[in-house]
């Protein structure tokens, strides 16, 4: 039994990461077009004047009044995420503090697997000031290729609602002005 054993132990280590590809979305690369997501309208009002948005119900991402969103895929258990949350702050304070960029760029956060309520305690342990979303049951998730996180996706919005990755990656943004840098060579911004 030992020998049938080990041998179905490795099958199966190698089958089912193959068969976890398979199964999800494909990542959206650079150069293509972001996923159709709906996303709920943030209840507070700060968040709804930060993406241009006024009253209640649902938008998707082309809707934010903004020339380039970034989006971070992340969870408020990953480590990683964790780590680099500072450094996303420090990104968002970067543009916020450019009055040239502070209304072309806008930041989002969508957490994977998590709640409302462990959105809270992420945004409240780390201060984050933008708009965070929860996807709870990784809709969002899914559409995207079931990333790691965290995963950040740079889109340049175009007038005619549609969109056009310029940035998909996983991992730490390290530094966020050269960060910055890179997003508004990639865009066109000046």
């Known amino acids: 039994m030992k020998k049938i054993f080990f041998p ?6 190698l089958v089912l990461p193959a068969l976890h590809v398979c199964a999800g979305e494909k990542i959206p690369e650079k150069g293509a077009s972001f996923p159709a997501i709906t996303l709920p309208i943030p209840e507070k009002d700060a968040e709804r004047a930060y993406l241009g948005f006024s009253g209640k119900g649902t938008f998707t991402i082309s809707q934010i009044k903004a020339t380039v969103v970034i989006l971070e895929i992340y969870s408020m258990y990953c480590p990683y995420c964790q780590k680099d949350a500072p450094l996303v702050n420090d990104l968002y304070q970067a543009i916020d503090k450019k ?12 957490g994977a697997g998590n709640t409302t309520f462990e959105l809270d305690i992420f945004r409240n342990q780390y201060t984050v000031q933008f708009p965070l979303f929860a996807d709870d049951s990784f809709i969002v998730h899914k559409k995207v290729g079931e990333v790691r996180t965290p995963y950040f996706f740079v889109l340049k919005m175009n007038a005619d609602g ?29």
Do not use: C, M
């Open 8 to 13: 179905t132990i490795v099958a199966i280590f």
């Open 99 to 110: 009055p040239g960029l502070k209304e072309k760029i806008k930041i989002i956060g969508i």
């Open 162 to 190: 549609s969109n056009k990755i310029i940035y998909s990656k996983v991992g730490s943004i390290q530094d966020p002005a050269r960060f910055l840098d890179l997003i508004v060579q990639e865009s066109g911004l000046k």
